[in-house]
């Protein structure tokens, strides 16, 4: 322990976040000039990791809540190597690998993309259920810990409610906190929105609490190595800290703890760019240096850790070398391949709703994907996730062998713990609720998608049938803007989420077999509450026609030169193959139907396949239960769409297809009315 070295590191994180706001003339000095004491301390003395292989598994890891402090770390990751000092000097530049707000990159520390507050520590946590459940399995040499850092506002956003009722409840004792308490927000000062008493409030939901000095290193050490000891509950260290912490003015007075500090560069500000990087003790020329003391003091830090790393590795090795199933089957949970699955085998009743044909997958998949949570929000019995449920237990405090998370009703925070599942690795999350709440699901399905996550949503009660539940149930405009995501590119240039809509319990089952095969993109599966009547197969297979939904797209009834085509999915498919019987027996025409499961599939197939299934040159008609934009795309300018273009109404769901139009006889006039236009 060496005091003068400590404060010269911490000191140097501030002369860097400051130098790094100020060149870039954007950012968020004050914050990171708060939590540098910290920073310094959690990683020169607690965080466990492998400098020479900064993806190893079982690393310690850091969820950032307040993403607006990514300065706080990169320079703090830059004293570890983990960035040059270009990429420092480049913040929030094109091109630059330090962007505003900090986005996943495992190889220079950073585990999570954060900006939207609440999200990052509550990913934190999911990561922290993922350690727990894969510890249960393998074993307690398995210990490492989840550390998050949040701030105030992270602590405001409604989330955080969510967030820690679940840890709490579940005493995840491998994630630890710290609340960045400097009683400055951007705008205002804390006191003028919130008197509530954050410590006693965690408290009540189960955590471990103590409140320290934020810039007494001892008292961070102590209450770091009292978390790392705890074995029932989370903790949250509040550090009380001060805004912009080192700031000085024109004639070197202190100038700390104002709200003008927060959110952007100090040269703007009351306090003097210059003389607080000289306060500092850093070279007003040269801001991106790493002071030699420090240099020399990480040097032997980043030897020190790379030692432990090794003696854990070897620790890991001998377990690995006496239980070789384990070894193996851990190895393959953390590839992130899928073991030998039989969709086909799954047998369904006939004419289910696709909820009820998702739950026998469920329950097939429950035997065999060992490494899958599956979460509701206080709807299991009717999602139908308890299809898995039956096959297991529910993960409860002290007890993590099961594979099901009952995350209450809380469907954004249940989002966030699945994508921190799958930060975190060797585990497939699933999460569900009805389709309408994934409303409140937005926020983490974006980060699923910028992120680049296989998370799997399940969402049903899918359309306006869900009648008695009156309009604040029934979907009519989340399709077309879940179905938004599929033409929105990822970084890797591909479509940053996979809508599937199946039309039957056949297409439920290529779904699911998608949706698992969809590892680097979120997926949602789109089901009916109702029955529906199953396509009948051309040949003696349904689920062998059903796999070229796994183009997006295809004919489930085809004639050759047909009068028109008639295009849906999910439960309308049904509904256009009972008109197409009256149009073909009463009308002599030849009709052929497509079923597109997944338009943003279907668009990265040949022009030429494509054409096959949707031809330009025919009359396209399309039937949607949500907004005719769902299927716009597909019939072009001049087909038509009949869909739903107003909320939905209280009655049983035969009553509302009757109103609505949505029944075979019904449809057949509407194709007959578009055919006199054409």
Not at 218 to 229: F, G, Q, S, V, W
Request: glycine share 10%.
């Amino acid at each position: 322990m060496n005091k003068k070295l400590d404060q010269q590191a911490a000191d140097n994180i501030r002369a860097l976040a400051v130098a790094m706001v100020e060149k870039a003339n954007s950012g968020h000095p004050g914050g990171p000039m708060g939590g540098a004491d910290f920073m310094h301390i959690l990683y020169s003395e607690f965080f466990n990791f492998d400098p020479t292989d900064m993806e190893w598994p079982f690393r310690d890891r850091f969820f950032m809540d307040a993403g607006h402090l990514s300065t706080l770390m990169y320079a703090q990751y830059y004293l570890l190597g983990n960035y040059e000092k270009d990429d420092v000097a480049n913040f929030r530049q094109w091109g630059s690998i330090t962007p505003g707000h900090p986005e996943v990159d495992v190889k220079r520390g950073i585990e999570n993309t954060s900006g939207p507050l609440g999200q990052g520590h509550t990913m934190g946590i999911g990561a922290a259920i993922g350690a727990k459940f894969l510890q249960a399995r393998f074993g307690d040499w398995m210990n490492h810990k989840i550390y998050g850092f949040i701030s105030d506002g992270g602590v405001q956003e409604e989330i955080s409610q969510g967030a820690g009722r679940i840890a709490g409840h579940l005493g995840l004792s491998n994630f630890i906190m710290f609340f960045d308490s400097n009683d400055i927000q951007l705008s205002t000062s804390t006191d003028e929105v919130t008197t509530e008493d954050t410590a006693m409030k965690y408290e009540a939901w189960g955590w471990k609490v103590v409140t320290i000095d934020g810039h007494n290193h001892d008292e961070i050490r102590k209450a770091l190595t009292d978390a790392n000891n705890e074995t029932e509950k989370p903790t949250l260290i509040i550090g009380k800290t001060i805004m912009g912490k080192g700031c000085v003015t024109a004639d070197g007075s202190m100038y700390e703890g104002h709200c003008e500090l927060h959110g952007q560069p100090i040269g703007h500000t009351g306090a003097d760019y210059a003389k607080t990087l000289e306060n500092l003790g850093a070279s007003t020329e040269n801001p991106f240096d790493i002071y030699p003391e420090v240099a020399a003091f990480y040097k032997d830090i980043l030897k020190a850790k790379t030692a432990k790393a090794a003696g854990k590795k070897a620790e890991i090795a001998a377990w690995k070398a006496s239980n070789k199933a384990l070894a193996d089957k851990l190895d393959f949970f953390l590839s992130g391949e899928l073991p030998a699955l039989d969709f086909e085998s799954i047998e369904h009743k006939a004419g289910l709703a696709s909820r009820a044909a998702s739950s026998g997958v469920l329950g097939y998949l429950a035997g065999k994907v060992e490494n899958m949570i599956v979460s509701s929000a206080d709807l299991s019995n009717s999602d139908k996730t308890d299809g898995f449920l039956k096959k297991t237990h529910a993960l409860k405090k002290g007890d993590f062998s099961g594979s099901f998370l009952q995350a209450g009703v809380a469907e954004l925070t249940m989002a966030c713990i699945a994508n921190g599942l799958a930060l975190h690795g060797g585990i497939i999350p699933v999460v569900a609720t009805f389709f309408v709440f994934s409303d409140y699901m937005k926020p983490a399905i974006r980060l699923s998608g910028i992120q680049e996550l296989g998370v799997k949503y399940v969402w049903t009660h899918d359309a306006f049938r869900v009648g008695e539940d009156g309009p604040t149930h029934q979907p009519v405009e989340q399709e077309a803007q879940i179905r938004l995501l599929e033409k929105l590119k990822n970084h890797s240039g591909k479509p940053s989420f996979l809508a599937l809509r199946p039309a039957d319990s056949a297409e439920t089952s290529v779904a699911w077999k998608m949706a698992l095969e969809n590892k680097n993109t979120p997926t949602g599966l789109i089901l009916s509450r109702q029955n529906i009547k199953d396509i009948p197969a051309k040949g003696t297979s349904r689920y062998q026609e059903a796999l070229a939904a796994e183009k997006g797209g295809y004919l489930v009834k085809e004639v050759e030169n047909p009068d028109v085509v008639l295009i849906a999915n999910g439960s309308e498919v049904s509904t256009l193959i009972a008109a197409a019987e009256i149009l073909e027996a009463e009308n002599g025409l030849k009709v052929n139907i497509a079923s597109v499961i997944s338009e943003g599939v279907f668009r990265l197939q040949s022009k030429d396949y494509q054409n096959s299934v949707i031809p330009k040159n025919k009359p396209l008609f399309g039937l949607t239960a949500g907004l005719p934009v769902n299927l716009e795309g597909l019939v072009g300018e001049n087909g038509k769409v009949f869909g739903l273009e107003h909320f939905g109404y209280s009655a049983p769901a035969n009553v509302l297809d009757e109103k609505f139009g949505f029944t075979g006889e019904k449809v057949s006039k509407q194709v007959l009315e578009y055919l006199k236009t054409v």
